[in-house]
């Protein structure tokens, strides 16, 4: 079995390519990834020894080589992660989100029908169904939720989506989509809110909560999403959309609190600053038909997820303080600074 994975150096993809390595010694992967500002090649230095994982510099929305790609190795299975991923970077720079999001995606599609892969997996998330209300907390995401988009991230993720869909009824593509809520874990990027606090906690700088902090995201620790797809490609329905997410939904300023007591740091370090624009409430998934189809279950709980996170990132200094030295202080300097 021949996987490709796309954004594998990225945070999901990466960890996918570790759980994958583990779980099925005998698959080859080859990672494509284009290694913009958000993958990182140092994350993928320990797959690099294993003799069945290849890396490929290279950008999905490039035919040519992605089609050479194909071409020369014959996938059975693609699983495409590679995208822009952050909603505050899609309010300031749209574009690239719909070149990458949607066009991406559409290329990958061709390459796949092309050399007629087995199965395409696109890894979208719970942002293409919008918001839910706080004070409705019956209401959950199930994959009948109609697409309701807020930002441009969530709308080139959606847009990805309906082609998806479209490419599988109008050529039987043998396609499946999974909509998973918030992860969180190793090699999170430290623009995202629980990097950027630990790391920010750490260095006693102020922990910028955006609003009153009381929007709610569904948390889900990486590992969980990572054995989902793994299920949902060999056992999923072709044609199908999985939601994927565990229950575990928490208020920033809850997930902020937290993490400065697990690192004892003071409360004062939390800052208000102005709302993200178009600010999303509350997500929260119903995983009821993943686990009737395929019996998947999150394995980690929040309580224990968030230590085992905040430990790696202990650990892993090197990792983060590497990134967050570089282009990442323009960028920090640009959305926070007078915020
Ligand atoms: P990330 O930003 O950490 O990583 C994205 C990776 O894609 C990077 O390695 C980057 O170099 C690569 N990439 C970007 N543009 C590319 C291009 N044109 N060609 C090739 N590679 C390119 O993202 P993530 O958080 O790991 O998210 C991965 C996927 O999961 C995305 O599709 C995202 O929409 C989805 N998702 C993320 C979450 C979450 O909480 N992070 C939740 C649900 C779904
Ligand atoms: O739900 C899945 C989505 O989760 C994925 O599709 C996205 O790729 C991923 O980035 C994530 O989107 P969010 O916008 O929910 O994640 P983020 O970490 O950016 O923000 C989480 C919450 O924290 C959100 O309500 C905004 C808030 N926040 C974020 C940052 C970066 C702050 O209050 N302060 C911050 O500095």
Redesign the pocket.
């Given at each position: 079995m021949k996987i490709l994975v796309?954004?594998?150096?990225?945070?999901?993809?990466?960890n996918f390519i570790y759980y994958m390595l583990e779980k099925h010694p005998d698959y080859k992967l080859v990672c494509?990834?284009?290694?913009?500002?958000?993958?990182?090649l140092e994350t993928l230095e320990d797959a690099m020894k294993n003799e069945n994982f290849k890396f490929v510099k290279?950008?999905?929305?490039d035919r040519e080589a992605v089609r050479k790609l194909f071409g020369e190795e014959k996938f059975d299975i693609v699983v495409?992660?590679?995208?822009?991923?952050?909603v505050d970077r899609s309010i300031e720079t749209p574009e690239v989100f719909l070149?990458?999001?949607i066009l991406?995606t559409q290329v990958l599609m061709d390459a796949s029908r092309e050399f007629e892969v087995k199965r395409y997996h696109q890894?979208?998330?719970?942002?293409v169904y919008g918001d839910l209300p706080l004070d409705r907390p019956d209401l959950f995401f199930t994959e009948e939720t109609p697409i309701h988009t807020s930002s441009p991230?969530s709308a080139s993720?959606a847009a990805a989506d309906l082609l998806v869909s479209a490419y599988h009824r109008t050529y039987n593509f043998p396609a499946t989509i999974s909509?998973?809520?918030?992860?969180?874990g190793p090699?999170?990027?430290p623009e995202?809110l629980i990097p950027l606090m630990i790391a920010n906690a750490l260095a006693d700088k102020p922990l910028p909560v955006y609003g009153e902090g009381l929007n709610i995201r569904d948390w889900l620790y990486v590992e969980d999403?990572c054995s989902a797809i793994d299920l949902i490609i060999h056992n999923g329905r072709v044609g199908e959309v999985y939601n994927i997410g565990g229950h575990n939904e928490k208020a920033n300023i809850d997930v902020v609190k937290i993490i400065i007591k697990e690192l004892g740091k003071s409360e004062e370090l939390i800052t208000y600053v102005t709302d993200r624009k178009g600010h999303d409430m509350r997500y929260a998934i119903d995983p009821a038909k993943i686990h009737a189809e395929l019996g998947w279950l999150p394995a980690t709980k929040f309580d224990d997820g968030i230590k085992k996170t905040i430990k790696w990132y202990l650990d892993n200094k090197p990792w983060w303080e590497n990134i967050i030295s570089g282009e990442y202080k323009e960028y920090y300097k640009k959305m926070y600074d007078g915020r």
């Open positions: 796309t954004g594998g150096a990225g945070f999901i993809g990466s494509l990834d284009a290694l913009t500002y958000a993958g990182n290279g950008d999905i929305t495409n992660f590679a995208a822009e991923s952050h070149k990458t999001n991406g890894v979208s998330t719970d942002e991230y993720k909509r998973c809520s918030n992860n969180y090699f999170h990027f995202k999403h």
